[in-house]
T-cell receptor, first 112, second 115 residues
Framework: DQQVKQNSPSLSVQEGRISILNCDYT??????FLWYKKYPAEGPTFLIS?????DKNEDGRFTVFLNKSAKHLSLHIVPSQPGDSAVYFCAASAYTGNQFYFGTGTSLTVIP | ETGVTQTPRHLVMGMTNKKSLKCEQHLGHNAMYWYKQSAKKPLELMFVYSLEERVENNSVPSRFSPECPNSSHLFLHLHTLQPEDSALYLCASSQDFDRGNEKLFFGSGTQLSVL
């Protein structure tokens, strides 16, 4: 039973526009959420996180929004750049223990 | 060298072979992890070691055997694998294990093919 879902396997966006990647979760105990970025032939690298006490966290071009009532989070990238083309994974954990549950990833292509 | 290093990057093995995957972290972290990534599936946690003791084993078949000789090194010994074990095996580390807000630092992975 998948507790973290990324329902869009792929997304294409024009350079300069906004990319919005979505993630849904089912476990109401999750209170910490992360986004990882993965280039081909490399491991995932941490991008941005958000705790359940917040509904928004911003870092440069990247903003993560959390809607706890809907059990939904999204990653906004603006403006999108060709170097942002990668697979993006959403992950969630509960405070007790450090097991992260990952989504299946969304492959983002930013078209120059 | 910094970060998390995994070797080999690619591995092809027969079902009767024995091989080992190696992971080394240079971050001074106390927890290390093995994850499996199969096509179109989420990353699955296999094993966790905290301060060199195994703290999680997510119902992984015994043909996968982890070893953590010290806090910087982690191995995954493979024996009589099946073709469905073909996947990307990722090693990760974090500062500690017992808090739910630790970032994971991943290696580049070993792409394993079992023939």
């Amino acid at each position: 039973d998948q507790q973290v879902k990324q329902n869009s396997p792929s997304l294409s966006v024009q350079e300069g526009r906004i990319s919005i990647l979505n993630c849904d979760y089912t476990n109401s105990m999750f209170d910490y959420f992360l986004w990882y970025k993965k280039y081909p032939a490399e491991g995932p690298t941490f991008l941005i996180s958000i705790s359940s006490i917040k509904d928004k966290n911003e870092d440069g071009r990247f903003t993560v929004f959390l809607n706890k009532s809907a059990k939904h989070l999204s990653l906004h990238i603006v403006p999108s750049q060709p170097g942002d083309s990668a697979v993006y994974f959403c992950a969630a954990s509960a405070y007790t223990g450090n097991q992260f549950y990952f989504g299946t990833g969304t492959s983002l292509t930013v078209i120059p | 060298e910094t970060g998390v290093t995994q070797t080999p990057r690619h591995l092809v093995m027969g079902m009767t072979n024995k091989k080992s995957l190696k992971c080394e972290q240079h971050l001074g972290h106390n927890a290390m992890y093995w994850y499996k990534q199969s096509a179109k599936k989420p990353l699955e946690l296999m094993f966790v070691y905290s301060l060199e003791e195994r703290v999680e084993n997510n119902s992984v078949p015994s043909r996968f055997s982890p070893e953590c000789p010290n806090s910087s090194h982690l191995f995954l010994h493979l024996h009589t694998l099946q073709p469905e074990d073909s996947a990307l095996y990722l090693c990760a580390s974090s500062q500690d294990f017992d808090r739910g807000n630790e970032k994971l630092f991943f290696g580049s992975g070993t792409q394993l093919s079992v023939l």
